[in-house]
């Protein structure tokens, strides 16, 4: 699947976004009401980078997506055989 961590299995996520009209109650107004919901895209923080992966000895390059956090993780030393280049 396209656009989806390699290391983590982050990807999009397809959320609501709710439009209220209103004062709330606690301002003194008579409450917050919805007047629409739209559905939209959070994306997820992906970058396309370079590793090399290596199982059982043998080392292939790749270019794969990588979640922010996953680059995070890789900075700080070898991840199950893989480094960034």
Not at 40 to 50: E, F, G
Request: charged content about 25%; hydrophobic content about 35%; aromatic content about 4%.
């Amino acid at each position: 699947m396209s656009r989806e961590c390699y290391l983590t299995g982050k990807k999009n996520l397809v959320v609501n976004s709710v439009t209220r009209r209103g004062k709330a109650r606690a301002q003194g107004g008579v409450g917050r009401k919805v007047t629409g919901v739209t559905k939209r895209v959070q994306r997820a923080n992906l970058l396309k980078k370079t590793i090399r992966e290596t199982v059982n000895g043998k080392s292939t390059v790749k270019t794969v997506w990588l979640s922010a956090n996953a680059l995070r993780t890789l900075s700080r030393g070898p991840y199950k055989g893989i480094e960034l280049l």
